[in-house]
């Protein structure tokens, strides 16, 4: 469950100040696929972070699993964020000295959850990224759609409620970032995760449950016909 109220958020530039998010509200009951469109620097990336706790609302709540985390300190949130959000980046933020798998694990060891049973469900989760051979290979070896695959994994392998997706076809050409895509979401829904994804490409629009179209400080919401079920 997702319950945003009164939420708002700005930013000072000099003397100026920018209002990116005003007073916005949302309700997410059930799994679902949101998809956050619009151009560069319309507070897209802004909503992410507020709802990772990577920045704080100027006024307003964000409750997630009925958790105020608008409300926690600096170490709560960061204790959250790793148990029940799972973060995917556009530039994959893979550690270059770990494997494929040793990257993948990393959510676990910092949880305090990796055992032979957390491990070979990682295993499990490589392989239906068709990443099976690569678990031994570092990440400098790997093209860029198997590097996404990779931090797709990781961001899934805690197996958190909500996954968090920052453009994350973006640094993709369009054949591999349809590849990837169609991967991310056919994992989600089967594990039945509710995914935010933040994204210049209108046409992925077309399968989302819902749509946060951002213009200017009004954030439109309009809602799609049941793709994601």
């Not at 550690?95 to 993948?104: F, G, I, M």
């Not at 290979?137 to 790997?142: A, E, N, V």
């Amino acid at each position: 469950m997702i319950k945003i109220e009164n939420l708002s958020k700005s930013y000072k530039e000099g003397n100026e100040t920018h209002n990116i998010i005003d007073n916005f509200n949302l309700f997410v009951e059930k799994p679902e696929f949101i998809v956050i469109l619009g151009k560069s620097g319309s507070g897209k990336t802004t909503l992410l972070n507020l709802l990772t706790g990577i920045d704080k609302p100027d006024s307003g709540k964000i409750f997630l699993n009925t958790t105020e985390i608008s409300s926690l300190s600096e170490p709560g949130i960061t204790l959250f964020r790793r148990k029940h959000t799972g973060i995917i980046f556009q530039f994959f933020n893979l550690l270059p000295s770990l494997t494929v798998l040793d990257n993948v694990l990393l959510p676990l060891e910092l949880n305090e959850n990796l055992n032979k049973t957390s491990k070979n469900s990682a295993l499990e989760l490589l392989s239906e990224l068709n990443l099976k051979e690569k678990v031994k290979s570092f990440p400098d070896i790997l093209s860029g759609g198997e590097q996404q695959r990779v931090a797709i994994a990781r961001a899934l392998v805690h197996n958190p409620s909500f996954i968090i997706a920052d453009e994350p076809t973006g640094n993709l050409d369009f054949e591999t970032a349809d590849t990837v895509f169609n991967m991310l979401l056919d994992i989600v829904k089967k594990k039945e995760k509710t995914l935010i994804m933040a994204t210049h490409n209108r046409d992925l629009a077309k399968y989302a449950d819902r749509v946060l179209n951002f213009s200017g400080k009004h954030i439109e919401v309009t809602f799609n016909s049941g793709n994601y079920a």
